[in-house]
């Protein structure tokens, strides 16, 4: 049995229903150490039939054995591997690969054995010497002659070590010089067990081998044999073959992107800048909400939900916000005082109420009047001090005790001294305002007390004292002391929301009894908004990615396109379709990774400068990326470029590898 035969080769063209028929009936046998060359006239089919035996073409009638073994067109895969184990080509036109270098283009067939990254380097350096090319291993193939070039397509196609050598016209477009040193390589490497088969036209080329085989009119007409075959070497190699892994993909997707670094960095200079705008907006959003929760904070702590009796009766409550409640028991106090306050007994309400675990009772008044020696103040608030209100509110002095009060820093001691506003700490204040009697008649109410300490409330004038003190007063004035407000405390601010809720839901005789809102829920909703607001700015400016999907698009169709010969080039080596694939989509993952690195170095630069000048305004850094946000810029690129690359890639390897060849 022969190494290679051929038995009843038949293979027609089609154009239309009309059949073309080339090859009609091939039977050959062809052993190792052979050289064999295939004449015949131009059209012949000797191309086609070259095409066959290499593994390229799957279309045809017939059995190609090798070794012993049947090849089976059908799997693509055992004749993605056949033609990386087995096979070698060498064409007329070089085909080589010409973004990489001459060592590049050696190495590139080599990445499909089980051999390492030196011993690979190593051997294409070896390779390439032997071929007379040592000095030339960084050039282009642009910068080499023709026969330099079919050189290197030599040393490429010896590379693997493979048993058949493919040589189609290898000598065509040389001068006879270099068909002289090809022909001398082409027998050396018969000589060294290898089969070899070339198409040719010269006869001075057919009398180098050891037989010439003739085809005329699909049929082989004549089979000669010149000398007898070279005897076979019995050391092997040692190089096996294997499919092409990830990393080497990606470096070769990694070569192409540099090559057309300039192209591919446009794209991602798009890219870049919607995925920075995306950042920008995400970031201010988080700035925003962080720089509200602070200035919220500051004042309040979330901890104690304010509770107001409910006056709102439950039908017309259904559905409604909180804050609406509350106004509406303020407006009641103005009319009917008793009815929109909190009585002892409702207060044992409260307390009962789960996740409260204390409560702080308190007043609240309006329109109130405050005598400082000869100087009178009005201001519109006067309420109890609660341990709801921040500590960090009081600028100067303590929280007010037994028979103390605090006053606002800008309405009322900066009012009394600019400068040493401080000053007022000690000194004692007469307040006056109107309060309800049990029959809701207004009944003027005036007290005596000390200041403890100044606070700033920064979002209106305050003037607090303790709630033991209010309630003192106003029971000597013969108004009524059930309470305005209570502050309820919730040990763990997990738990605010529920006793909110809770509080929310208590019913007292069938009527919903409490109007509860946490600080905590008013943040809540501000940051919804604010997130909704930044999350709308971002997704506008996320329209700019589609169209940078579409330009990697475009960049990828257009690479596919430009790319076609090298396509068939690596087909021919013995790449699968999947190896195709992830050529096209690693580069535009690249292009995706490096645009999502440049958005974040251009966000976060931009976010440091903004944070600068913002920060003499707010005292506080308005941008504000997050590892999230970068995560997100990260995985979106990816998700982008990965997307983007799908169809071109798709497009790439399905490509036939014999017209990929024949493409300009
Ligand atoms: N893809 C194709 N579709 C249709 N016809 C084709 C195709 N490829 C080749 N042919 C035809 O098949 C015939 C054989 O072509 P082939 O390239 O195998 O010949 P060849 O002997 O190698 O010719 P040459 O010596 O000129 O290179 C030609 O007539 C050619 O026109």
């Keep these: 049995m022969a190494f290679l035969e051929l038995r009843q080769i038949k293979k027609s063209y089609f154009l239309g229903k009309q059949e073309f028929p080339v090859l009609k009936g091939i039977d050959l046998d062809f052993e190792l150490g052979?050289?064999?060359?295939?004449?015949?006239?131009?059209?012949?089919?000797k191309s086609t039939l070259m095409n066959i035996i290499g593994g390229l073409d799957r279309n045809f009638d017939g059995v190609v054995t090798i070794n012993g073994e049947k090849l089976d067109h059908k799997k693509e895969r055992k004749l993605d591997e056949y033609r990386r184990g087995t096979i070698g080509y060498i064409y007329q036109s070089y085909n080589l690969i010409s973004h990489l270098t001459v060592l590049d283009n050696v190495l590139i067939s080599l990445d499909m054995t089980t051999m390492t990254h030196r011993e690979r380097e190593a051997r294409a350096k070896a390779l390439l010497a032997k071929v007379g090319l040592a000095d030339q291993i960084k050039k282009h193939p642009n910068q080499l002659s023709g026969g330099q070039k079919q050189r290197v397509a030599i040393a490429r196609a010896l590379a693997p070590d493979p048993q058949v050598i493919i040589a189609d016209e290898p000598t065509g477009?040389?001068?006879?010089?270099?068909?002289?040193?090809?022909?001398?390589?082409?027998?050396?490497?018969?000589?060294e067990g290898k089969l070899v088969i070339a198409v040719t036209h010269s006869q001075e080329v057919a009398n180098h081998g050891t037989r010439i085989v003739h085809l005329a009119d699909g049929k082989i007409d004549n089979d000669e044999r010149i000398k007898a075959a070279y005897p076979l070497q019995s050391e092997t190699s040692g190089i096996h073959s294997k499919p092409m892994s990830f990393m080497a993909s990606f470096q070769n997707a990694w070569k192409h992107f540099a090559h057309n670094f300039w192209r591919n960095s446009l794209i991602m200079l798009g890219t870049a800048i919607g995925l920075f705008a995306v950042l920008l907006f995400s970031g201010l959003g988080n700035g925003i909400n962080a720089y509200i929760n602070k200035q919220v904070g500051d004042l309040a702590n979330p901890n104690y939900p304010t509770v107001l009796r409910n006056v709102t009766p439950n039908k017309e409550a259904k559905g409604k916000q909180g804050t609406e409640l509350m106004s509406a028991t303020m407006q009641t106090?103005?009319?009917?005082y008793k009815k929109a306050t909190i009585s002892e007994s409702l207060l044992k309400e409260i307390k009962k109420t789960k996740y409260v675990a204390?409560?702080?009772?308190?007043?609240?008044?309006?329109?109130?009047?405050l005598a400082y020696g000869d100087t009178k103040v009005t201001t519109p608030q006067y309420q109890t001090w609660t341990h709801a209100y921040s500590s960090s509110m009081i600028k100067?002095?303590?929280?007010?005790?037994?028979?103390?009060?605090v006053v606002d820093k800008k309405t009322f001691a900066q009012v009394i001294d600019k400068k040493d506003w401080r000053s007022v700490i000690g000194k004692e204040i007469t307040i006056s305002f109107v309060a309800f009697n049990q029959d809701n008649v207004p009944t003027p109410v005036t007290e005596t007390v000390k200041i403890s300490g100044v606070v700033d409330s920064q979002t209106g004038a305050m003037v607090s004292a303790n709630a033991a003190?209010?309630?003192?007063?106003?029971?000597s004035a013969g108004a009524n002391t059930d309470y305005t407000f209570v502050s309820a405390k919730v040990a763990d601010t997990e738990h605010v929301k529920a006793a909110t809720k809770a509080l929310n839901a208590?019913?007292?005789d069938g009527q919903r009894a409490f109007v509860a809102i946490s600080v905590g829920s008013i943040l809540d909703t501000i940051n919804t908004i604010v997130s909704l607001a930044t999350t709308v700015l971002a997704a506008i400016s996320g329209i700019s990615l589609v169209v940078s999907a579409l330009m990697i698009i475009v960049t990828m169709y257009m690479s596919v396109s430009e790319r076609t010969k090298e396509i068939g080039i690596l087909r021919a080596l013995g790449e699968s379709k999947r190896d195709i694939r992830r050529l096209f989509t690693s580069e535009s993952l690249i292009i995706g990774l490096i645009s999502a690195g440049l958005s974040l170095i251009m966000a976060y630069g931009f976010g440091f400068l903004l944070n600068k000048a913002l920060y003499a305004i707010a005292k506080f850094d308005m941008i504000q990326v997050t590892w999230g946000n970068v995560a997100f810029a990260i995985i979106i690129a990816l998700l982008i470029s990965f997307l983007a690359a799908l169809t071109p890639a798709r497009r790439a390897s399905r490509l036939n590898p014999i017209d990929a060849l024949a493409a300009d």
């Design 173 to 191: 477009a040389l001068d006879s010089q270099n068909t002289k040193e090809v022909l001398a390589i082409l027998q050396q490497i018969a000589e």
């Design 396 to 405: 100067a002095g303590h929280a007010p005790k037994a028979g103390e009060a």
């Design 506 to 508: 208590v019913q007292v």
């Design 333 to 336: 106090m103005a009319t009917d």
């Design 469 to 475: 003190t209010m309630k003192k007063t106003l029971k």
């Design 34 to 45: 052979e050289f064999v060359s295939v004449l015949g006239e131009s059209g012949g089919g």
């Design 358 to 369: 204390a409560v702080e009772p308190g007043y609240q008044f309006s329109n109130v009047t």
